[in-house]
């Protein structure tokens, strides 16, 4: 006999999980440090637009998919279209979840090994970068630190999965979303009160047009996806635990907005700690690890903002992660007819492995490379950069083209009756987007992925 489908206790918990799993490392690090190498202000204006005309169509196109079938990515295609090519699409989406939560988890372990070494006070005495970088570079050279961090981070997340969509995902988003929240203001009340922090504030505000160009445009139109958690299925299988009733538009709506808000809100605390100390703002992917804890060490009382502040990426970590477990969890439940115990062990075991040569890539695989790409970088960038695009691409291509528009508009209608009464062009302007605006700026992310841009 088949089992009744898992589902959210309440909107309000969907909207945790979901945002749970849309901020995450891509916020807290990768935001804060490709708005500082590409000018700041005006990548982040960039950024917002990015959002606006293709993130927030997209999404409430996944959410949708999946609610209106209440199934993971393949079963969802499946159903919707009975066609091979867009049933191997909903499958793209499970191998991306597998290959992003492979090397996600491996920075995931990073940071909960940097609250380890704040504990253990391993990063109150820098005098500069440079030194915090030569022990940046001793942990993640150590390949027990390096997978031992892994270790724990990805058996924190499978256990959470296990537990199931409301007593494990609802319920530790619950706890950890306003957890996050907390943290950051505090973090952000110390940063702003620093001297001299009125010049982050400055960078992050004041745009410098002359920094954006093709190349900053199509980094923020690429991040847009991956802050988002788009184009693989995460969030189709997240709205596929939503009830019929649910508004999907305005859920879509609070989601972005509290995605971006942290992602401006983690941007502030940094840059206005970092300026305060006189420090780089690109100092690119080495920013949180290397300049924040030279930045903690000239503050005072900076162990506990230190400790504060891995902790908060720790935790968007793992509830981003979550999400990429359930996609392959759900696939497996649905439609191999697994236990979800079986399944998370399983599966999130050979994720867990998959990761392993991720973390080794920054030791003893470091010179193992591909036209100059180490096993992780190839796996987070065949991922991200291209099959975040290319499925965030047929998502809005399958909306806007395939699927019947009156079946489309009548599931778009159910749960928000009120938001069409009082602004009944919402529908066609949604359709634009999806049809021509997203199709052609994806297209262009994904040429300048692949060089041909
Ligand atoms: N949105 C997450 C972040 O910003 O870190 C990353 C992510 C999670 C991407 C889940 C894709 C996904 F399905």
Redesign the pocket.
Known sequence: MRQIREAWGSRFGFILAAAG???????IW?FPYIAGENGGAAFVFVYLICIAIIGFPVLISEILIGRTTQKNPVGAFDALSHSKFWISIGFLGVI??FM?LSF?SVIGGWTLGYVGETLAGNLSNFHNPEEAGALFGQLVGSVTWGVGFHTLFFATVMFIVIRGVQGGIERSSKIMMPVLLFILIILIIRGVTLEGASRGLAFLWVPDWGKINGQSILIALGHAF??????????LTYGSYMSKKDNVVSSAAQIVFL?TLIAIMAGVAIFSAVFASGLDPAAGPGLIFQTLPAVFSSMPGGVYFSFLFFLLMAI??LT??I??LE?VVAYFVDERGWSRKGAALVFGGSIYLLGIPSALSFNVMSNMTLSGKTFFDIVDFLASNIL?PFGGLMIAVFTGWIWSRTAVISSLKAGAEHLFEVFPAFEGIWLVFLKFVAPILITLVLLNSLGVL
Not at 226 to 235: E, Q, V
Request: charged residues 5%; glycine residues 16%; proline residues 0%.
């Open positions: 799993s849309a901020v995450g490392l891509g916020n990768k991306a979840g992003i996600y991956f802050t988002l958690s788009l184009g693989m299925g995460a969030m995605d968007a970590a981003s992660a999400s990429l996609v975040l």
